[in-house]
């Protein structure tokens, strides 16, 4: 018999330690999705009170069966970033137990999606942190957008209801999960179509760019303008040659790759000073620190028939580069 | 080392009156926290003015100056009282001033670039503004007059100053830059280097006599290397010549590419004088050592003609022509005065 009052009595105080093991788990991925550049969002708590009580009773689960006393749940934006996550994932925690949810259904049959991984923290994470760390589980579950919202609508409909739901309602529901599954493949198919036509290099060239910036910023994700992005981004591709141009990105990961320290240095200096700069909150401003360093005046000739060169000058006193002014000639 | 990779730490100011008012320097007693957005428009303003006007210093060896020993104090790893010693700069800064010199603020500015530490070392000078503002009187539109005084407007350019990085432990370890200029680059004589030497005790790194050559000698390289166009060298050797031989006290490679060369040159241009270690900053100009090279322009052509006239007769009197193939057709008219023989 499951000692439900025992469980209570446990769970209240080992929740705050759970608490903190989340809050652990989702700065690691932090670090490590936007040292790959990889776009997502990250959300987790501990599991609440109530809801693992219920578990214990419904699945008359023990108090240490019960994996997901951690979750973090990852919310790519991408459905081709899911195995980079996944390898994310597996490289930097120890995987105790891997289900995709995908794998266990069979072609005509659709159902939950998303890949849930059980994992414990590595040796090289538990210095500095709680012993009590070491070997608690945290279930980090990997989604797209369309799966996320699935897997919270699904939950209110499916597993929480009181009574079966009639076959008909049902199978209204199971066109829901359709629909998900073929939003995702649309985007997919629509992301990787519009990437391959020969007019959107702007989107490519963005592309290689939010890698780094994302990388070196400490900004968030939904704080990118994209209309400017593609904007600026057209303006400032007229800079470069054609054979720059077609090797786009592997000049932007000699530029960052060069100076590193001193992008770091900038973004963590001046990233949170909004007065004058609201180009470090967008990925150009790497294309703009570049052109800088070997194209100042054509920049600038450029920069000043679209936008007014105040905007510039900040980026370029941080560059060591400041421009002159007309009444210095 | 690059000042905009500069990180504050502290930050002082001291008030220094002229020399002639009657007042002593007003110091202040403590290094008050600043905010750091102020501290980055510092940082910028710090790096801006010795990105446009700095060139490298060393210090000279046992000069006049107490400053030199500061620095080295400072920069140290077991450094005396930040305040004391910045009060001992402002006092020394006061000494060496003359009645001609304005009042302003000595600032001193302590940190570090990659890891090494750091000292700035600024004069801000005060300034007289009026600040206009439109008011409502009576029904009217008019405008209200305030004088203001300021000191480091958006564009205040600092001309008296030092940064000073310690790559070792000895004095001779120290890198510095500085600036010591007037506010207007038109002005025939440099103001007295007391900013330069008799307050900081530091000297150029380079003379200028030649650092004015060397980018004398590398921007003719590039006009006879990289130009292909006979006229656009004309242009450009004569240009470069007329801003040498000007009055004025200080040039800039940079203002003089923006004014002088043509749109799609000038970055190439900068890139070839920074591989030949050209500052690109303001220079203060000497042309002692090039002055016969500037009296007269010549042209060697390809099939042996050589053509010698004053800036000038180039300018005014002789025709030149773009031909096809890079060839030009030089003409003028003048009465022979002389024939000879020639080895």
């Not at chain 1, 209110?156 to 829901?176: F, H, M, N």
């Not at chain 2, 700095?54 to 104090?73: R, T």
């Not at chain 2, 010199?101 to 670039?113: E, I, K, M, P, S």
């Not at chain 2, 007769?313 to 008219?333: A, K, P, Y």
Request: proline residues 4%.
């Amino acid at each position: 018999m499951i000692d439900i009052h025992a469980i209570r009595e446990k769970y209240r105080e080992e929740m705050p330690l759970y608490d903190e093991l989340v809050v652990y788990v989702k700065k690691i991925l932090a670090e490590e999705t936007r040292r790959k550049g990889v776009i997502c969002k990250i959300e987790g708590r501990a599991k609440e009170m109530t809801s693992l009580l219920k578990k214990a009773l419904g699945k008359k689960q023990t108090y240490n069966r019960i994996r997901d006393k951690a979750g973090v749940r990852i919310v790519a934006t991408y459905y081709d970033s899911l195995p980079t996550l996944e390898e994310i994932v597996r490289q930097r925690f120890n995987v105790v137990r891997c289900e995709n949810k995908k794998l266990g259904l069979s072609y005509n049959e659709l159902g939950y999606l998303g890949i849930h991984l059980d994992v414990k923290l590595k040796e090289s994470d538990l210095s500095g942190v709680s012993r009590w760390f070491r070997g608690r589980l945290c279930e980090i579950q990997l989604h797209t957008h369309g799966q996320n919202l699935w897997a919270n609508i699904s939950h209110e409909l499916l597993y929480k209801g009181a009574l079966p739901l009639p076959d008909d309602t049902q199978r209204s529901i199971y066109q829901l999960v359709a629909l998900v599954e073929l939003f995702d493949d649309q985007v997919k198919r629509a992301r990787h179509y519009l990437m391959a036509q020969p007019g959107y290099e702007e989107a490519k060239m963005l592309s290689l760019l939010e890698k780094h910036f994302y990388r070196l910023s400490t900004r968030p994700f939904d704080g990118i303008n994209r209309e400017l992005s593609i904007r600026l981004i057209t303006l400032l591709e007229q800079l470069y040659t054609a054979e720059e141009r077609a090797g786009f990105g592997i000049l932007m990961d000699q530029f960052v790759a060069s100076n590193e320290n001193i992008l770091e240095e900038i973004f963590e200096d001046f990233a949170a000073d909004e007065r004058d700069n609201l180009l470090l909150s967008q990925p150009e401003s790497l294309m703009i620190f570049e052109r800088l360093e070997h194209a100042q005046h054509h920049l600038e000739k450029v920069w000043s028939a679209e936008f007014p060169l105040s905007l510039l000058s900040p980026l370029a006193s941080m560059w060591g580069k400041p421009i002159l002014d007309d009444s210095e000639l | 080392m690059e000042p905009q990779r500069l990180r504050i730490d502290r930050l002082i100011v001291h008030d220094i009156p002229k020399k002639d008012s009657g007042e002593q320097p007003r110091l202040s007693e403590s290094a008050r926290p600043v905010d750091p957005s102020l501290l980055n428009t510092f940082k910028l303003k710090i790096s801006d003015s010795l990105k446009l006007a700095a060139n490298d210093v060393a210090f000279i060896p046992n000069c006049e100056s107490c400053v030199p020993k500061l620095v080295l104090d400072q920069l140290g790893e077991s450094p005396s009282d930040f305040v004391e010693v910045s009060q001992a700069i402002a006092k020394r800064l006061f000494e060496c001033q003359t009645s001609r010199n304005t009042a302003g603020f000595l600032t001193v500015v302590h940190g570090n670039v990659e890891s090494k530490p750091a000292l700035v070392i600024l004069k801000l000078e005060k300034e007289k503004g009026v600040r206009i503002e439109p008011q409502i009187v009576e029904g009217k539109l008019t405008y209200d007059f305030e004088e203001i005084s300021m000191t480091l407007g958006t564009n205040t350019k600092v001309f008296k100053i030092g940064f000073f990085v310690q790559t070792g432990t000895t004095l001779d370890s120290i890198v510095g830059s500085a600036s010591d200029t007037q506010r207007s680059t038109q002005s025939i004589a440099r103001v007295a280097g007391f900013f330069l030497r008799s307050f900081l005790g530091c000297d150029y790194r380079e003379a200028p006599a030649v650092t004015t050559m060397r980018f004398y000698q590398a921007s003719e390289r590039y006009i006879n290397e990289e130009v292909t166009d006979p006229l656009k060298r004309k242009r450009y050797e004569f240009a470069l010549q007329a801003t040498l031989d000007s009055q004025r006290s200080v040039f800039s490679p940079k203002e003089f590419a923006e004014e002088h060369l043509d749109g799609d040159d000038i970055d190439y241009y900068l890139r070839f004088l920074e591989d030949a270690n050209v500052p690109l900053q303001q220079i203060p100009k000497n042309i002692s050592l090039i002055e016969k090279h500037l009296r007269k322009m010549q042209f060697n052509f390809e099939r042996g003609t050589i053509l010698i006239a004053s800036k000038e007769e180039v300018n005014e009197n002789i025709e030149f022509t773009s031909l096809d193939g890079n060839s030009m057709r030089v003409s003028f008219q003048d009465r022979l005065d002389k024939v000879k023989g020639k080895i």
